[in-house]
């Protein structure tokens, strides 16, 4: 199943990268909003790094101070790195990792058009991050992490990247205490896809990251609309969730408003199930020592 997966994850996000999704979209806009991101941040940077792939706003919760290094893994058309790129100033560097060769040449003309010299994107995956031991101030993701098939690789290598007192701030889905996904979601490639069924327990989460050398762990439901999903459905919205070894993160299922097999797929479970009583849309905060 892991490879079925992994070949969604890659088409549809490849055809993602290749659409029109932008900001300029009412429905891209809206889910970024509704997930955190604010009108002033989204015209900040070029429109094109916005494609609706999100469900929370990490810069909001990392502190960034200039001259930092910043790494978000599953970094999409750039959004997150763009926005830290902006905090952390001239004297820093931004750095975006996808696994996806369509979005990071999206990324990098994104860089292009807006002017950026503070950046840089590589092709990876997020268990295998090509930077050196102790080199990062602090990682952010958006709706990846939930995704890979090994959290605790990914943890641990997250730890191997970042500096002494260095950070974590991500936004995730996670499952909330004492709920199990329904097999038949738990089971769905769509659902794989869309952020949903590689999800794991907010105290499984905690645990994970505590196993892998963090502390100051904080895990905290942020309050978001899940349903938000199969809201935007019939617009130009949320487009598939990346990041299952290293793409970008999202948690909806089309690449652009028209409906697709798996997103079809996606809205029957999610109507079938309330997910805002299954899971939540996580902040996530860890240091390392």
Known sequence: MQENILEAVRSKYADIARSTLSSEHVGVKAV????????????????RANMGLSCGNPTAMASLRPGEVVLDLGSGGGLDVFLAANKVGLQGRAIGIDMTEEMIERARKNAVDGGYTNVAFYLSTIDNIPLPDASVDCVLSNCVLNLAPDKSAVFREIARVLKPGGRLAASDIALKEGHALPAE????????????????????????LLAAGFQHVAIVD?????????KQENQSGCGS???TTGASGC????ATGNASGEKRQLGELLMQYDINKIAASVRVYAVKP
Do not use: H, K, M
Request: include cysteine; charge should be negative.
């Open 32 to 47: 970024a909003e509704a997930f955190g991101y604010d009108a002033a941040e989204l015209a900040a940077i070029p429109a």
């Open 185 to 208: 979601v738990a089971s769905s490639v769509a659902a794989y896809v869309g952020c949903i069924a590689g999800a794991i327990s907010i105290d499984r989460y905690r645990d994970s």
């Open 222 to 230: 942020s309050g978001a609309d899940l349903n938000l999903w199969t």
């Open 241 to 243: 969730s990346q990041g």
């Open 251 to 254: 948690c909806s299922s089309g």
